[in-house]
């Protein structure tokens, strides 16, 4: 006779990792010591089900697809997972008069509970689950209480695992699992997520993640999206605008011990979908990111200000790099700067034009006496003159804008190549200019 096929055990943990046949035996998950069971997926489980009786049962209905919001249960997975694991029950039989409620009484061992996390193949959704726990767990050294050493108390089950020396990031905890099952591959969507939890630090509450930024713009995008596959611009609601939320970042850094602002944690997630984005396309970063490789960033002290009236209307926190694609179209631009365009993130000024619901159109000077034509938006993706794609887009046209760096050696800013490129189209024109405007561009008289 075959022996049992038993759950996978996570190395240095009572995690077990398996498919929806586990709950077929459930004398298997019992003599594993198994007390907690949580159930990753849509399925609707019968009340007072057999295969069930005697666990702790956690059912999160979910579907293995890229855009299922597995994130938003990573703080209630982790309280009941860790629960468990803290979980104690009695050496003796269930019915023993000698055990009480809590599986505690006299002269009863208490043996530590296991967890199983199951989907439908034990592939993807468990996995991620397990991986968000091992994430989350591996930073609470400072808030976890380790019982004392000397307690002689049975009611208090000692911590089933030790504490990591260093915080397990997505790709070791992955690893981690691998060992104990090899075929686990959470779908890209799942990891991108998991990525997201580790860049902030792992709320423990439903709370902390609801209200944190990097949740909040997410989520924000996912309404976007939604509004933009419907071919509808997105309500003003689920709009970020990167110059409100940046005000009190300084605030929220204090919650990090890196030196990375969350604007650069955010920008380096990748939060595309591999199936669907084409690699020359280049999206917004708050809703996915499309590239083959990372575009150029901006200089960080640069300033966009307009060019009529020298009103600011971007710093280089909000412009949204981009690249050209690999293959250029031969209708390309093909100069030194062959983007005609900067691509900034949604910021305040543009609250007016956006918020009458249109899914394109201009973006007109902010200074109510001048008003002038700076750019374009279009909330399907704008095609910028190098070839790349911007989606959405916002677009200011560097005909209409200076570029300006600050904190320069030459009084703090200098022109930008905007004004560079115009002065050059003006003089092959043939236009005549007065004297201090030589063709070369230095000052002095003709």
């Known amino acids: 006779m075959d022996a049992p096929i038993l759950p996978s055990k996570v190395p240095g943990y009572d995690i077990y990792i398996d498919g929806f046949q586990a709950l077929r035996r459930p004398k298997i998950l019992q003599g594993s010591n198994i007390t907690h069971v949580v159930s990753v997926l849509d399925w609707k489980f019968a009340n007072n089900w057999a295969a069930l009786r005697g666990f702790q049962h956690l059912h ?21 997972i860790h629960e468990g694991l803290k ?27 296991g967890v199983l996390v ?43 695992v030790s504490l990591p020396p260093t915080p397990l990031t997505v790709d070791t905890a992955l690893r981690l699992v691998r060992e104990c099952r090899p075929q686990v591959e959470p779908n890209s969507g799942f990891i991108k997520q998991l990525r997201m939890y580790e860049a902030m630090n792992c709320p423990s509450t439903q709370e902390e993640l609801e209200s944190h930024k990097i949740y909040r713009r997410w989520m924000n995008s ?31 850094e204090t919650n990090y011990t890196d030196d990375q602002s969350l604007s650069d944690r955010v920008e380096a997630l990748d939060l595309s979908n591999p199936e669907t984005d084409s690699p020359t396309e280049i999206r917004n970063p708050d809703i996915t990111l499309s590239s083959p490789s990372p575009a150029p960033a901006a200089p960080s002290n640069l300033e966009i200000k307009c060019r009529k009236c020298r009103r600011l209307l971007a710093k280089s926190t909000f412009i949204l790099p981009h690249k050209p694609p690999p293959h250029r179209d031969p209708s390309a631009s093909q100069g030194e700067d062959p983007c005609a365009h900067i691509f900034l993130h949604p910021l305040s000024w543009m609250r007016p034009t956006l918020s009458q619901g249109e899914l394109d159109g201009r973006l007109t000077c902010p ?19 190098c070839g790349g794609w911007v989606t959405p887009g916002f677009g200011l046209a560097k005909g209409k804008v200076d570029e300006a760096r600050v904190g320069g050696k030459k009084g703090g800013s200098e022109s930008g190549k905007g004004l560079d490129s115009s002065r050059k189209h003006a003089f092959a024109s043939g236009v005549r200019f007065p004297p201090g405007m030589r063709r070369g561009g230095s000052s002095g008289n003709l």
């Open 367 to 385: 200074t109510q006496w001048c008003g002038a034509n700076i750019g374009k938006f279009a909330w399907q993706g704008l095609r910028c003159s």
């Open 87 to 113: 979980y104690s029950r009695s050496s003796r039989s269930a019915t023993s008069d000698a055990t009480s409620n809590d599986g505690t009484g006299s002269g009863v061992t208490p043996l530590p509970g």
């Open 222 to 252: 996912r309404q976007v999206m939604d509004a933009l596959s419907g071919n509808r611009a997105p309500e003003m609601e689920h709009i970020s605008f990167r110059d409100e939320e940046d005000e009190d970042e300084d605030a929220s």
């Open 118 to 160: 199951h989907c439908a193949m034990g592939v993807s959704r468990s996995a991620t689950v397990v991986i968000a726990y091992l994430l989350w767990h591996s930073r609470q050294a400072a808030t976890i209480q380790l019982p004392s050493p000397d307690s002689n108390s049975d009611s208090v089950s000692p911590e089933m």
């Open 60 to 80: 999160i209905p979910l579907d293995d697809v890229y855009d299922s919001n597995i994130l938003s249960f990573f703080p209630r997975s982790n309280a009941f």
